[in-house]
């Protein structure tokens, strides 16, 4: 199985301030078919899971554009460029490459 | 609007089964796959299998290959995940979700708690 690793698992942030979560994957991301099927999740309190970013940087129609994927291979990060207060939640990476598996979650909350 | 309905919460006992349907609309049923996911209380998302409304194909994680079975009901635009040998291990909020283009899950259910305690 993939293994998925964030990192941070917590991330206080400052309002106002710039996050970033990485996510590495235990083998290379690229299918067969040339794409890269890595999709990130946030996960607001009580709430189902709602996608932000998918094939590692293409947002959601909604999300802000303070959302942001990047990377490649193994090596994938989200970054949120200023952090209002809604933003708190945990949000996930999944790889979509070989089956399906997410990593642990990283906690986003305000200082 | 594309919606994903579940079942209501259950309490079984260790050892029963547990069933949970997903009522889709607003979409072509068997377009699309359905896949379930679990996360245990305080914990991250697991993906457990996934379904093909149109062929019946399914696919499931090696972790539950023998104890869980998707199903559907194509005439009610629903699918089923039924799980069986429950412990308490197994605690947890279970989701439908809708595989997208990309390999990637676009929608979600609301979630159906399964608690499994004697």
């Known amino acids: 199985d993939v293994v998925m690793t964030q990192s941070p698992l917590s991330l206080p942030v400052t309002l106002g301030q710039p996050a970033s979560i990485s996510c590495r994957s235990s083998?290379?991301?690229?299918?067969?078919?040339?794409?890269?099927?890595l999709s990130w999740f946030q996960q607001r309190p009580g709430q189902s899971p709602r996608r932000l970013i998918y094939k590692v940087s293409n947002r959601d129609s909604g999300v802000p554009d303070r959302f942001s994927g990047s990377g490649s291979g193994t090596d994938f990060t989200l970054k949120i460029s200023r952090v209002e207060a809604e933003d708190v939640g945990v949000y996930y990476c999944?790889?979509?490459?070989?089956?399906?598996?997410f990593g642990q979650g990283t906690k986003v909350e305000i200082k | 609007q594309v919606q994903l309905v579940q079942s209501g919460a259950e309490v079984k006992n260790p050892g029963a089964s547990v069933k949970v349907s997903c009522k889709a609309s607003?979409?072509?049923?068997?377009?699309?796959?359905m896949h379930w996911v679990r996360q245990a209380p305080g914990q991250g998302l697991e993906w457990m299998g996934r379904i093909n409304p149109n062929s019946d194909d399914t696919n499931y994680a090696q972790k539950f290959q023998g104890r869980v079975t998707m199903t559907r009901d194509t005439s009610i635009n629903t699918a089923y995940m039924e799980l069986s040998r429950l412990t308490s291990d197994d605690t947890a909020v279970y989701y439908c979700?809708?595989?997208?283009?990309?390999?990637?899950?676009?929608?979600w259910g609301q979630g159906t708690l399964v608690t499994v305690s004697s």
């Open positions: 607003g979409y072509t049923f068997t377009g699309y796959y």
């Open positions: 999944m790889q979509g490459t070989h089956w399906w598996t």
């Open positions: 979700t809708k595989e997208a283009t990309y390999s990637t899950f676009d929608y």
């Open positions: 083998q290379s991301l690229v299918h067969s078919d040339g794409n890269t099927y």
